[in-house]
């Protein structure tokens, strides 16, 4: 995968702690998008959750906050995100988190591996 800005960006910068650990799509209604992350104690209490899609390089929002450490035990979190935004709109994604502070909404602070989106997944 040839680095862009978003994915150039996302591996240069501050990680706040969190490390993204897995993404998958989970077929069902709704079909949602379910993922892992670490985290460390210096990490931001949330993050926003965003998903790029590499042959567009459009960016999609999928939740404006979640909370780090709520959703899992011992320094690791899962969560599902519902990804019917997505329906129309196949091909290959890398899931992102990002600050949640206005000024700094779109810079990323941590980046997930690929994964597809497929029509058979709706």
Request: aromatic share 14%.
């Amino acid at each position: 995968m040839a680095p862009t800005e978003v994915t150039d960006r996302a591996s240069k910068s501050y990680s706040h702690g969190l490390t993204i650990t897995s993404a998958v799509v989970k077929k069902g209604r709704p079909t949602v998008l379910q993922y892992s992350w670490t985290y460390e104690k210096r990490s931001d209490d949330g993050f926003a959750v965003m998903v790029y899609n590499l042959a567009t390089k459009e960016r999609t929002i999928l939740d404006y906050f979640v909370y780090t450490r709520d959703h899992g035990k011992g320094k690791s979190g899962t969560w599902t995100v519902d990804i019917t935004d997505l329906k129309d709109k196949f091909g290959k994604y890398l899931l992102l988190f990002t600050l949640t502070d206005a000024e700094d909404f779109w810079l990323p602070i941590a980046k997930g591996k690929p994964f597809y989106v497929k029509k058979g997944d709706f």
